[in-house]
């Protein structure tokens, strides 16, 4: 028998449990003062059972602590303990607990027993009576209720509840989140329960904790430390011991959690947590810490078992380290500082299994649609090639709806070493670089891929689907020509299936190829066929270039009607799918530009012209034909604009990327010589603002930000020297001599964005 004064929630870590009680010595001591729940207890109230559930370190013997030293009812505090876990010994325990607050029933102790039928008719009984007739409101503290498994001592507290007058109350610590036996008592409203959210620490009560460890944080960075532990009183307070050992003078960084190498904290849960449970169930958690969430079917197939969700409901009640993230599918995800530690548990027993697990995991999850966790899964299994058959077939998509960012998440998490051993990811990384105009890195990932698809590939002798799908990023490229291009899309449309999204790419570039080396007509049939490849393969990017480039053809041919049509259907397709965010989207906006200056909306054509003009030096690896075509479409839409030093500078770039292949193509050569005598028949404004080069227009992007020079070169790949040298010719070809200047005079020529109206 145990009748004291509770001094924790553990033994492990005595010297952090006391230091989030009220008294003793113990650095910090005494700082967290639990008002507003201590209030909750304080105030009148018809419920006489009172429960406080929460985790091993919640901090529920600190409150009950706080809140007895100020009420001013009587109080007898029993701590269950393997003494105390069976039915006579705990009812013994209660006995005596009871006769503490008021006189003894004549003969009570003697009847003290498991046995029935004393048990039920006689010993029951005398406990309900014993609480129902002390003398003064009371209160009866058993902690650690968790423990009593036996059915038969829940009867010996149910018995005590029941007898609890109106004014007095039972107080019930326990880890586990809601008894069953309760069940009653809380439909006859006569239970209050404080459970694990109600324990977590708010901001308040985190950055008075923070302030007695003497750790000096904003607010935000406590608002964080409070995110990040989930408002685990003990986590928090180990996070701070580990800050002051780390720094103990410097404020800053937001108090990191415990990791499962932090010793303090691995042996807090282990003993506090891990070492109640059986070993079945601790094998089930150190297996499963590799899933973020911890949904039933998942863990049956990680785990080659059927009784998962069984598993997780015992869980859920008794640990109360969890968060439920699904009520119906029972799913949860652990608390991280528990998941470290299981983690670390997993690395260090059984690190021959964890990828393993990991290639499970991943296999269900891409059954049960949820592709990013399963290609992250696969990705920590170590298995390439898996791992390419699930991010390959995704290309199209991520590359053809505006959606890069996703398919640079996925190779971001592996190494170049990783991509360049798998084929298919060879190829993912090269459309990724197109897509984001990094031709450098693109040129890697093709040479690359090149020696995946072996000598000869080119030769189309025998074409499998990766030369196909090799030939039609190739022919985007264009090095080698535009009967390459032709050879190149051939090859790919035998190759490839019929349904892969490719095909539309392909049916584009063979359209506008065609169109080049003279046959107008059936490139513009064939394009006509791409748009609709496009819509019907779900290729949003072709669709939209496609109907751009058919605009253009029409309106360079002075069909306006059909031109300005054909351009708002590019535009909404680029706009409804998000594709101004690819480079390849240059071509779209070139298109657009011409059609507004057509219709005269002059402010608007001005706007997109500079957008074009920025993104249009991002695609210069690729589609030679674009980087001419592209320059001399912006120049005459420059000339329509009364922008004639744009105009030449244009048209000098033009020149400059003009290759011996492009020449003398009728399309190009008719365009150019219609803008030059557009250009000599123009009046210059004399604004010299516009003959900005493509770094200047890049450089003047950054000159709205904060950034300073230094910076910005660092963010463009530039020194620091032609950074500045840029600013300054962007200065003098404006005729201004600050920098805010400068972003007022460029606003108003249209190239930069307008702020935002309020």
Not at 402 to 408: F, S
Not at 490 to 509: E, H, I, N
Not at 676 to 699: C, H, I, N, P
């Amino acid at each position: 028998m145990r009748v004291s004064a509770s001094q924790g929630d553990g033994g492990v870590l005595p010297r952090a449990l006391s230091a989030l009680h009220g008294g003793g010595a113990t650095p910090g001591n005494g700082f967290v003062v639990r008002d507003r729940l201590v209030s909750v207890l304080l105030a009148p109230h018809f419920e006489t059972t009172i429960l406080v559930s929460g985790p091993a370190g919640a901090g529920k013997t600190t409150l009950v602590g706080q809140w007895l030293q100020r009420d001013a009812r009587a109080c007898a505090r029993i701590r269950v303990s393997s003494a105390l876990s069976a039915p006579a010994p705990l009812a013994a325990a209660l006995i005596e607990a009871l006769g503490h607050l008021g006189p003894m029933t004549l003969g009570a102790r003697s009847v003290v027993t498991a046995s029935e039928p004393v048990f039920s008719s006689m010993l029951l009984p005398l406990l309900t009576e014993l609480a129902a007739t002390r003398p003064e409101p009371y209160l009866l503290v058993v902690d650690d209720i968790h423990l009593l498994g036996d059915p038969t001592c829940h009867l010996v507290l149910q018995a005590v509840a029941d007898g609890v007058p109106t004014g007095s109350a039972v107080v019930l610590l326990s880890q586990d989140r809601f008894p069953p036996w309760l069940t009653t008592t809380r439909t006859e409203g006569r239970l209050l329960a404080i459970d694990s959210d109600a324990l977590a620490f708010d901001v308040d009560e985190a950055a008075a904790l923070y302030a007695g460890m003497d750790c000096r944080l904003t607010d935000a960075e406590v608002a964080r430390s409070v995110e990040h532990t989930q408002g685990w009183a003990v986590a928090m307070y180990l996070g701070a011991l580990e800050r002051r050992r780390r720094s103990p003078t410097r404020g800053g960084d937001v108090v990191p959690l415990p990791a499962a190498h932090d010793h303090d904290a691995a042996a807090y849960v282990r003993s506090q947590v891990l070492d109640g449970l059986d070993d079945d169930v601790q094998e089930f958690l150190v297996r499963t810490s590799i899933l973020d969430e911890l949904d039933p079917g998942l863990c049956d197939a990680v785990l080659g078992r059927t009784d998962s969700a069984v598993v997780l409901g015992w869980l859920h009640e008794r640990l109360q380290l969890d968060v439920e993230v699904d009520h119906a599918r029972r799913a949860l995800r652990l608390h991280e500082l528990l998941r470290s530690v299981l983690t670390e548990e997993l690395e260090l027993y059984e690190p021959f299994f964890v990828e393993t697990l990991h290639l499970r995991a991943a296999k269900w999850l891409v059954r049960h649609g949820e592709l990013d966790a399963g290609i992250r899964h696969a990705q920590a299994s170590g298995y390439l090639p898996y791992v390419g058959s699930l991010i390959w077939p995704e290309v199209p998509a991520c590359v053809g709806t505006g959606r890069p960012d996703r398919l640079r998440t996925w190779l971001a998490a592996m190494s170049d070493d990783d991509i360049s051993r798998d084929r298919w990811l060879t190829l993912a990384a090269a459309w990724s670089c197109l897509q984001s105009g990094d031709d450098l890195r693109m040129e890697k990932w093709l040479l690359t891929a090149a020696d995946h698809a072996g000598r000869g590939w080119r030769d189309g002798s025998a074409p499998d689907e990766y030369a196909a799908s090799l030939a039609v990023i190739e022919a985007v490229v264009g090095r080698h020509g535009l009967d390459d291009v032709l050879a190149l899309c051939a090859m790919a449309a035998d190759g490839l299936p019929a349904s892969s999204p490719f095909q539309a790419a392909v049916c584009l570039l063979r359209g506008i190829t065609l169109a080049f080396e003279g046959s107008l007509d059936g490139g513009i049939t064939c394009v006509y066929e791409a748009v609709r490849l496009g819509h019907a393969l779900d290729v949003p990017v072709v669709v939209a270039d496609g109907s751009a480039w058919l605009g253009l053809m029409s309106l360079l041919q002075g069909d306006h009607s059909k031109g300005l049509a054909l351009v708002d259907q590019a535009a909404d397709a680029m706009t409804e799918f998000g594709l101004e965010r690819l480079a390849t989207s240059a071509h779209t906006l070139t298109a657009l530009a011409l059609a507004q200056a057509v219709r005269r909306d002059s402010t608007a054509a001005a706007q997109t012209l500079a957008r074009a003009r920025l993104l249009t030096p991002m695609i210069a690896g690729i589609a030679p034909w674009f980087a001419v075509l592209g320059r001399l479409v912006l120049a005459r839409t420059a000339v329509m604009l009364g922008q004639g030093s744009v105009a030449r500078q244009l048209l000098r770039e033009a020149h400059e990327h003009t290759t011996a292949d492009l020449e003398d193509r009728p399309v190009l050569a008719d365009l150019r010589d219609q803008v030059e005598v557009q250009l000599r028949m123009l009046s210059v404004d004399g604004v010299s603002a516009a003959a900005l080069t493509s770094a200047e227009l890049r450089v003047l992007q950054f000159l709205p930000s904060h950034l300073s020079f230094p910076q910005i070169s660092e963010r463009m790949f530039l020194s620091s020297n032609t950074v500045k040298t840029h600013a300054l010719a962007i200065y003098r070809k404006l005729g201004v001599s600050t920098r805010g200047d400068a972003v007022a005079r460029a606003r108003s020529l249209g190239l930069l964005d307008q702020l935002p109206l309020d």
